[in-house]
Structures are given as C-alpha cells and as structure tokens.
C-alpha cells in the first residue's frame, strides 16, 4: 500500500560513528513525492529519537510506535529530516561493531537485509522504493570509509561517499574502520579488497587469486549480458562476526572474513569461496540493478544468482569441478529442505512480513531454484534463455519487477509458453523421484514418482548411462514428460546399472533398485565419471534419510569406495570441519553405535596413511581423523609430534586436536587456556568456546547453557560456538537434562535477541543427539504454542523434521 502511495527521490543519510562504543548518530534527509497525501510512515529503529520534522514541521518523537513513525499532512512534494542516536549491534544486523581481540581495534560493518535499514538510518524500507543515496560519514581518523558510491576523504575523519543509482533499502551499506586494503583495476573497474589488520598477511598472500577470479568473472558477465557492471567501483570486504556468507551490496560487496583463510585451505574451500565471488556479482545484475518487486520473489535473486555462480566459476576460472561440490553440498542442503514440511514453492512464497519472508531464504530459495533454471535453460535452449534474461535486465534497469515479468521475457526470447513450466517448477513444492526398470521386452525405462502434494507433472531433461561393470558405458539425453519413458540405449543387455540423471542435472531423487545397492561398491570402482559417481553418493544418501537403506550399507559403500574417491567427495563425505556435515555429522545419529565411529576412524587413518605428503588429500584425511577419532594418545601424539611428514601444525591445526581431546574428557580449562595465549586472535577465541563447550563437566555445561539462553553480551558468532558443541556425542547421558531445558528456555530467547541470531541459535543448539520419540514429543508440544517466535518455530520444525527421519532409521535398523 505504501509503494502506491509514495515515491522515494533521494537519501542524504550523515552518520557520526566517534561517539563511543555504544552509539552512533545519525541523521536522515529524505526527499519523496506522495501520490494521494494520504498518511504514511517511515521506519526507524533507533536507540533514541532525538528529532524530526516533516516539511519544516516538527513532529513529536514519542509518536514512533514499533519501529513506525507516522507521517500525516503530507504535499505533493516533501522533506523529512531525522535525527536519532543509533545502537551497534553485536548480531549481525544493522551497524555491527567488532573489536579485534590481536589489536584491540574496532571495525564496523552494515547489514541492512530484513529488517536491518531503521537500525541505521530512517527509511521507507522495502525493495521496491528505489531511491539514490548521498552519505557523508565522521570517523576517526586513521580509519577507512567504504560504500555503495566511492569514498573521498574531505578532510581527515570526515569522508563522502558519491550519490549512487538508485537502490533498494537493503542495498545500503557501510564499511568502516582501520581496515587493511589491496587495491587493483580491471577493465576500467576500480577494485578493492579489504579486511581486519590481522588478517592483513593472509589477505595480500590470496589477493593476485581474489583479483584474477574477480576479473574473470567480470569479463564473462559482460559477455553473457552484454550491459557494462552498473555500479562504479568494486569492493569486496571481508569483514568479521558476518551472518550470511555475503551479502550482494551494489559497489561494496561483504563477505565474511573466514574465506580470508588464516589457516591451510583445502582445494575445495578455495573453490567455494571463487563461487562465492561469481554469485555475489551476478547480483549486481540480477537483484541489483533490477530487483524483485516483493520478498515472495526472492528467488528471483538468489536462484539466478546461484546457478550463474556456479555455472560461471565452472567455465572461466581454474576452479572447473564446483558442480561437484554443488551435488555433493548445496543439493544435499536444498533436498532436506524440500522434504520437510516447512517446504515452499520456489516462487510465490506468500511471505506476509520480512520476518516470514527470512525464515524461507533457505536451501529450496538457493540450490532448487537454480537446478530450476538449469532445467529451463535445457528446455528454452542457452541463447534464448540468455537472451530473455538480458531484455529482462534492460526493460527493468534501476526498478523492481516481478517473475510475471522475467516470464514474459523468456516467452518473447523463445516463442515458447513459459508459464506452463514455471506452474510445474517454480509454484509447486516437493521433489520428484526417478529410478530405472526393465520393460517387458528388455528395454529400459524411467520412472517418475510425483513428489509434491498437487498433481503436477515436472520435466526433466537429463542424460541416462549404463554402466555394464566392465567399464563399458551408453548415454542418452532424455526428455521425462510421462511417468514411464523408455530411454534410447541400443547396446543394453540388461547388465549392470542404468543410471538416471547421470550429469545431476535436474532436481529429483534418484532411487536404486535393492540389487544396485548392494552392487554399489564395485559399481563405485568402476564408473570413472566423478560426477555420475556423486549422483550415485546422493542416492545413497537420500535412501539413508529416508530410512530405507541400512546405515552398515552407507558405511560400507563408504569404507569401499572413498579410497578411490576424488579429494572433493572424501571431503564432503567424511565431513572435515562443520559438526553437521558428512559422517562425522551423523556420528550419534545414524551411526550411533560406537563401532561405527571406530570403522570411519579407521577409515580416515588409512587415507591419511595412503596420502602423498603435504598434498590437499592429507590435509583433509587428518583433519577427518581429527573429528572421529576416540583415540586420546593419538591425538596428544599429533599436538607432541612427530606428525606425518607434509602436515603443517598451525594454530588451527592444534585447535582442532584441543577441541577433540577436550570433548574426550582429556584436556580441559587449563590446555584450553594455553592454546589461547599461542593464538590470541579472534579465530583462537572462537576456537576456546567451542573448546569450552564440548568439555564433559557438569558445572562447565550448565555455565555454557546459560550463556546460550540467556547472555545478551556475547556477539552472534561466540554463541553459535557454544551452541553447535554444547550436544556431542558420548554425552548424551551428560546433556539429558538439556533436552527438556531446549524447549523450555531458547523460546524465551527470543525476547532478548532479534532476527538472525534467534534462528541461527534455535537451530545450532538443538538436541539433535537425544534420538529418540522422546524428543520429538516435546518438541511437538512446543512447537504446538502459538505464541512461538516465528524464527525459533522455523529452526525447531525444522530440526525435529531430521530428528524424526533418525528416529525412523534407528527403529528399522538399529544403532
């Protein structure tokens, strides 16, 4: 209503960030047009209203009401001026200050997404009243200033950014303080990379990478879109204690400052990063310089954004294999999300509110929309699915649009009806499954098993391959349109495995007869494509969440098949540094014999016996080690030495072996306090909670619970670390209590913690070790409350959803 009742001109936004350590100033001067001069509002989050008027005429600040300020008596044309003393945050959101713990210096960064603007500044926030930006800024002066237009230094301390185009309220940001920055050029683009002073060594050692993927990917941009990079200058800042993994800001790109590696980088984790890159430009394309209308278009962003990052890494940068990482990875993530209930159309979301919207900016928004797109592109062809996108990004170029909009596009490139594919795809929700059968007459077929709850027929256009274990092998492309399609194999004898979708490229579960299953093993010996082997990883994956295949399978096909493996599966299979990821993330839940914690143990001792000295496959095999292992000797051995020849013991080296003995019940405040004062900086305080939290103590769980439920000092990065290792395994009878305390105290979180972090906790902590009906009956009570944080209610469901499919596992096949 508000967006047919005004029009946004301008922002003069002046902050004053040398008041202390607790606020900050700011005043806003926002010029707009109203339409019909009916009453409106503004929003604005400040610690305290200090002034306002509207059109010379001054208002009350006690009016302001839940972050709204109503605004009457408007003209055509009006001036309302702002001042309020703003908070830091320490969440994340709005103008987050860290302080470095190395140099005792702070650093400030914007985040402005969902709700986060008022915090800062005030504004008409929502993503389809575009607006240009002046901002003038008063810092200390040794510090940087960054932005969305190009800082210039007026005078010491006080610095002016440049009037941008015209953008969204979420795009606003600030980067601020005694950063360390590398500057480059390409193309006539400005580039800059920045970071904290004590990451400033491991940024100048990546900076000729950044700068080379930062300029390929520029160059394949322009080619594909033919429209010259909008937005002036470039900066990329890796700033700390960041929520997402970036955040797409027009001219001033932010990134956490984890992909500024400090410790060794596995091959895999530099190629995530290039990604990252790539997606976050695509956005100033596709959400930045055109913009969804709403949030239930979300998808329009981080959808084409995700198949254009891993699409263009993979064509022009030496990262070539991060399709890989996405079936092993990113589809993994999308595909639990689809199959719980929380599931939604990848479009049209009906999100009623920012905080609805937020909690579906999720693996379905992210991995499923851009399998989507790889199927449409399949279907429209890549010159007119390219060719739409570009008439898209100029009949819209600084406005908003909506996906009626980016269809009619695609309709008018390719003569083709669109909307008939996007009903089937990006409006229903669920994922299809396909699996392979023999015809009476000795041909072979695909089945498709609808998996959405409407009658819906998706297509997909995949390649099916036989594999006749000898290592002879037939592709064929092959279009499903129907729930059985013969597939065009003329060599086929019945051998072997026909396998669907064997280049991943559609969105669907692949099922394997009980027979292929247990042929796996060899199978997995025999196929040489890397990527056919992933979608046959992923089948076995999603037959273990489904509980209808038998963990000893799982560990089995794993215990066979990862020695031949190539360094990016055994990373993603065995998991190497989230306690989530790979088997070492269901060590206690699928694996929740000890046994079987022993055999992956085993497992990684061997490939890091068979590993070449000082390559990526030892780094990762010790570092999976690390994580299974119950063996306290040989961990203190690997802190003691020697250590295999080729490993480096750097602080993140000996963190890792302190967090394991310390959940072992081996070392403890003392050890923990020792490798602090070796590792002083914020990664090494970061490391000590994590350390802090998985100690088997009584006393030390109760002091790490209550700062998880209830400390409002710690920023959000300290309490994901003691939430994600406060629940380990071997300490279930420990942390038992716990279980019923969850779902008693994060609720109530929620009314000392906003946003992101409310979500981020409720999920990170939840006691996902408790396997058992149990559990799932109490979380069902609690999640039967009405009153439950929307944030806490999305992570809860969302957790006991997987909870649940152990539970089922568990009570068909045991521990």
């Not at 606020?23 to 019909?36: I, K, L």
Request: hydrophobic share 40%.
């Amino acid at each position: 209503m508000r967006a047919t009742s005004i029009a946004v001109k301008s922002y003069e936004v002046e902050l004053d960030l040398t008041r202390g350590d607790r606020h900050f100033w700011s005043r806003t001067f926002v010029e707009f047009h109203s339409r019909d001069h009916q009453e409106t509002f503004v929003d604005v989050a400040p610690a305290e209203l200090l002034d306002v008027h509207l059109n010379e005429r001054r208002l009350d600040p006690a009016e302001l009401r839940d972050g709204r300020l109503h605004l009457r008596e408007l003209g055509d044309d009006n001036v309302l001026v702002l001042e309020a003393l703003m908070a830091y945050s320490h969440d994340g959101e709005g103008l987050h200050r860290a302080v470095d713990p190395e140099d005792k210096q702070a650093y400030l960064h914007a985040m402005t997404f969902l709700p986060g603007a008022p915090r800062i500044f005030a504004c008409f926030d929502q993503p389809d009243l575009k607006a240009t930006y002046r901002v003038k800024v008063k810092a200390p002066a040794d510090w940087i200033v960054l932005g969305n237009g190009a800082a210039t230094q007026t005078e010491p301390g006080v610095w002016e950014l440049a009037e941008t185009k015209p953008l969204s309220t979420y795009f606003a940001t600030l980067v601020a303080g005694p950063y360390h920055s590398v500057r480059s050029e390409h193309d006539g683009i400005p580039l800059g990379l920045h970071c904290r002073q004590s990451l400033a060594e491991h940024l100048d050692k990546d900076a000729e990478e950044l700068f080379r993927v930062t300029a390929q990917c520029f160059d394949e941009y322009h080619r594909l879109f033919g429209i010259r990079y909008p937005f002036g200058e470039y900066h990329q800042a890796f700033v700390p204690e960041f929520n997402a993994g970036a955040m797409e800001n027009p001219g001033c790109v932010t990134f956490t400052d984890e992909l500024v590696f400090k410790a060794q980088a596995t091959d895999s984790l530099r190629a995530t990063r290039a990604m990252v890159v790539a997606h976050e430009m695509a956005h100033q394309w596709f959400g930045d310089l055109v913009t969804m209308q709403w949030w239930d278009d979300l998808w329009l962003n981080e959808s084409f954004a995700e198949y254009m990052g891993y699409r263009v890494t993979n064509n022009v940068t030496e990262f070539d294999d991060v399709w890989m990482e996405f079936a092993f990875s990113t589809k993994a993530w999308g595909m639990q999300a689809d199959q719980r209930r929380s599931t939604h159309p990848i479009a049209g979301n009906g999100a009623q509110d920012t905080e609805q919207a937020l909690t579906d900016f999720d693996g379905i928004s992210y991995s499923k929309g851009a399998c989507a797109l790889r199927q449409l592109n399949s279907y429209l062809g890549d010159d007119a699915f390219l060719a739409g996108v570009v008439d898209h990004l100029h009949r819209h170029a600084y406005g908003n649009a909506a996906l009626a909009d980016l269809l009619q596009s695609w309709d008018d490139a390719s003569g083709k009806d669109v909307s008939a594919w996007a009903a089937a795809w990006l409006r229903t929700a669920g994922v299809d499954t396909l699996s392979s059968v023999t015809a009476d007459d000795g041909t072979p077929q695909i089945q498709r098993v609808n998996g959405s709850a409407e009658d819906v027929a998706r297509p997909h256009a995949i390649h099916v391959t036989w594999y006749d274990g000898s290592g002879r092998t037939e592709s064929a492309p092959l279009l499903i349109t129907g729930d059985t399609t013969a597939v065009p194999l003329p060599g086929y004898d019945g051998s072997g495995l026909v396998l669907p979708d064997s280049g991943d490229e559609t969105w669907a579960k692949i099922l394997l007869d009980p027979a292929s299953v247990d042929r796996v093993p060899e199978l997995l010996q025999a196929i040489d494509d890397p990527l056919a082997r992933a979608v046959i990883w992923g089948a076995l994956r999603e037959g273990l969440s489904d509980a209808a295949l038998d963990p000893e399978a799982y560990l089995v096909a794993l215990e066979r098949g990862l020695p031949r493996e190539s360094d990016l599966a055994v990373e993603q299979l065995l998991g190497s540094g989230s306690p989530f990821a790979g088997a070492i993330g269901r060590v206690g839940t699928y694996f929740g014999d000890p046994s079987r914690r022993s055999r992956l143990a085993s497992l990684a001792a061997s490939l890091l016996h068979m590993s070449e000295a000082g390559s990526n496959r030892q780094l990762i095999a010790v570092r999976a080690l690390i994580g299974l292992t119950d063996d306290v000797e040989r961990l203190k051995g690997l802190l003691e030495g020697p250590v295999p020849d080729g490993l480096r013991v750097d602080a993140d080296f000996r963190w890792r072996v302190t967090r394991a003995l310390c959940e072992l019940g081996a070392f403890g405040p003392e050890q923990i306090a020792a490798e602090s004062g070796r590792d002083p900086s914020s990664q090494g305080a970061l490391h000590a909670l994590r350390c802090k939290a998985s100690i088997p103590d009584a006393s030390t769980k109760s002091a790490v619970w209550t700062s998880i439920s209830t400390d409002t000092d710690l920023s959000n990065y300290e309490l994901y670390a003691l939430a994600e290792y406060f629940f380990r395994p071997g300490q279930t009878e420990l942390t038992a209590a716990y279980v019923a305390r969850y779902f008693a105290d994060i609720p109530k979180s929620a009314q000392i913690r906003t946003g992101w972090m409310v979500e981020q906790v409720a999920s990170r902590s939840y006691p996902r070790l408790a396997v058992s009906a149990g559990t799932v009956e109490l979380a069902g009570r609690c999640l039967a409350a009405d009153s439950l944080d929307t944030g806490v209610r999305r992570s809860m469901s969302d957790r006991t959803d997987d909870l649940q499919r152990v539970v089922a596992s568990r009570d068909r096949f045991g521990r």
